[in-house]
């Protein structure tokens, strides 16, 4: 079936970038995305990426896309203290006629000032 | 804010008994989603409904249903409320039922089953 694996914790500096890394094992995922967990609140979809590009960007996010390794990362440039939260890396295949979402078990990122 | 909204936010009960758990989708919305939040299987797609139909099931226990009513909002019953169904209920919702997925979350159920 589906899986979707991420690492469960990273910490970094004020400042500095963070990658956030995903694989997964569906190779019919036709959309990837990222979405953001902060405390007491739900999901919020960051970004996305279809599976025929290897790399988009917007602002201080970057989504890098390897499809033969079936390996998708987030890197957040200069990374603020507003960052802490968990994220979570996300496919789906829209050929299933859904949304219906396999999501992995997030990443928890910790900013240190 | 997503404009979808949860209620109730937090709810403790015990075993045995049954629950309902209320979504109202953003504006314009046709499509319900409802997630499972778990600590130890992470979050889990339970069931979709689009325009009042089931469109697409997950791993929903036969004690849990759900339904879309005819002003789009949803309803997610759990019942014979066992211990491991603690957890932290999402409702999403979408324009569509297909296509680049952006779907908007509310802040979730806390269900503690005592």
């Not at chain 2, 403790?12 to 299987?41: E, H």
Request: glycine share 8%; aromatic share 10%.
């Amino acid at each position: 079936g589906e899986d979707v694996e991420q690492s469960l914790f990273l910490s970094v500096r004020e400042g500095d970038s963070s990658v956030i890394n995903c694989t997964y094992t569906d190779s019919s995922s036709t959309y990837l995305y990222w979405y953001k967990q902060e405390p007491g609140a739900g999901l919020q979809l960051l970004t996305y990426i279809f599976s025929n590009m290897d790399m988009k960007q917007d602002q201080r996010l970057t989504v890098l896309l390897n499809k033969k390794d079936k390996h998708l990362s987030l890197r957040i440039a200069d990374t603020q203290t507003g960052d802490s939260a968990i994220y979570f890396c996300a496919e789906s295949d829209s050929g299933a006629g859904s949304y219906q979402l396999t999501f992995g078990k997030g990443t928890k990122l910790s900013v240190i000032p | 804010d997503s404009g979808v909204t949860q209620t109730p936010k937090h709810l403790i009960t015990a075993t045995g008994q049954r629950v309902t758990l209320r979504c109202s989708p953003r504006s314009g919305d046709l499509s319900v989603y409802w997630y499972q939040q778990s600590l130890d299987q992470g979050l889990q797609f339970l069931i979709q409904y689009y325009n009042g139909e089931e469109r697409a099931k997950g791993n929903i226990l036969e004690r849990f249903s759900a339904q879309q009513f005819p002003d789009l909002h949803s309803e997610l019953n759990l019942s014979s409320l066992e211990l491991g169904d603690s957890a932290l209920y999402f409702c999403a919702s979408s324009v569509r039922d297909k296509g680049t997925g952006e779907l908007f979350f509310g802040e979730g159920s806390r269900l503690t089953v005592l």
